[in-house]
């Protein structure tokens, strides 16, 4: 218990140190930013400073702070560190940075802002992959709220009954005003999310002695021997860093309507982020006993688990709370996830999304494709691991390539050059992370630790080469 209060104080104290930091090499000023100056009543459209943290939080929530958190709690509090420095100092910058150089370049997507510091080719490389990631994204938040609903309701209303309902109100998400539905209906949302991880908390705090809270300690005890590195800091992704943060930051870009506000917005959500995915954790290993309790309980899927433990402490109380978090949060974020691949989509096909045809022509056949992934998930056993496996990998490399898109941004226009570092420390940390997991993964090349390891090692430290050259032709040209 101890070292989870001492994990919230240290989030905090980061939120306030740290965050003042970034903000501050970031450097933020009075220039109008895409709400004020283009608000084309569609993507562009200014809301208070409150409403876009909320709607931030709740695009970049959803359910990952708690299953990812759960699924990460099985290596043991070790968990515990890497969701708050991961947060600090690499996902509230990583999401921070995204947004604000967006903002500075009229609310562009990470896969332009990619092409505009790494090149061309980057670009569309980073198109594909954000895409890619997206749909993976929006599949999997199809998939864990239509089978729990499937769960509550009568025999004929199964799986794909509810994926169809939730895919045609992604169809409407995606397609209208952004202050229409997700303005006006997210921040409730978002207090839902937020009240959902405070109650669990508390019930388990106040339960008498019957739930205990494992202390920190460093020892790998995941139950079926999976090694923390490389697959932990794959595993809890939401909760700490996430590449998919990256995709809707700029969406919120369009929203704020100064830059002073992004350290609240951008830096503060990813902090409250952490704090949700902290309480799961927490609470995972405190309601089942132990990580190979809490493994078993996961078999069964992630959204069975928050519906025990929610029920479990809270009761019939809990029991709402948990279907309204366990169904509403992933549909929140799935839709967010389609919305920003249309808008990555029209950038590269330079269509104008104030008319409705063309939001039409993008947004049908991305729903048609998250559509299949979801029948494919629904219809085999594993369907819903296979893809949680792939999003998971691109997701952090997607975080990875972010982090150097903001290296190279902060090289270029920093006042502090050596300001640069904020991003491209945890740059190389996350290439080592995402290259030695797909290179040892099932889903990847399964390779021996023995080779991953090293030719993992290898390619951080050569990108980190390549920065620290660049960073050195700036400071002699400076």
Known sequence: MISLFI???VLLIGFFVYGRITEKIFAPDDRKTPAIAINDGVDCVPMPRWKSFLVQLLNIAGTGPIFGALMGAVFGPVVFLWIVFGSILG????????????????????????????????KWIMRVFSVVLLVLCGTVFVTSPAGLLSRLTPDWMNGTFWAIIILVYYLLATLLPI???????????????????????GGILFSGGKYTIPELTLANLHPE???????????????????FHATQSP????????????????????????????IWAAA??????????????????????????????????????????????????????????????????????????????????LLAIGGLLTWFALVNNNGFQIIWRYFSWSNQTLAMIALW???????KVAKYRFGSLLTALPATFMTAVSMTYILTAKEGFKLPTTI?????????????????????????NQ
Not at 179 to 201: Q, R, S
Not at 255 to 277: D, L, N, Q, W
Not at 405 to 411: F, G, H, K
């Open 7 to 9: 994990s919230f104080a």
């Open 91 to 122: 996902g509230a910058v990583h999401d921070y940075m995204s947004g604000m150089i967006s903002c500075r370049h009229k609310g562009a997507s990470i896969a332009e802002l990619s092409g505009h510091y790494l090149g061309r080719a980057a």
């Open 179 to 201: 202050d229409k539905v997700i303005g006006k209906f997210y921040p409730i949302f978002g207090v839902l999310l937020i009240l959902m991880a405070v109650t669990v908390i």
């Open 225 to 243: 021997g999976t090694p923390i590195w490389p697959y932990m800091f794959v595993t809890v992704a939401c909760g700490a860093i996430s590449g």
């Open 251 to 278: 969406m919120i870009a369009k929203c704020i309507k100064s830059e002073k506000e992004g350290r609240s917005v951008f830096y503060g959500a990813m902090i409250s982020e952490a704090v949700i995915a902290l």
């Open 284 to 365: 995972g290993v405190a309601f089942y006993g132990s990580t190979q309790l809490l493994n078993e309980a996961l078999a069964s899927g992630a959204s069975n688990v928050v519906y025990e433990i929610s029920t479990g402490v809270l009761g019939t109380f809990g029991g709402i709370l948990a279907v309204a978090g366990v169904i509403i949060c992933p549909i929140t974020s799935g839709d967010t996830a389609f919305r920003s691949a249309r808008l990555i989509l029209a950038e590269a096909l330079d269509s104008d999304q104030k008319q409705i045809r063309n939001r039409l022509i993008i947004t049908i056949p």
């Open 405 to 411: 898109v903001a290296s190279a941004y902060l090289l």
């Open 452 to 476: 991953a390891y090293p030719v993992g090692a290898v390619i951080a430290v050569a990108l980190l080469c390549i920065y620290l050259y660049f960073l050195r032709r700036r400071l002699k």
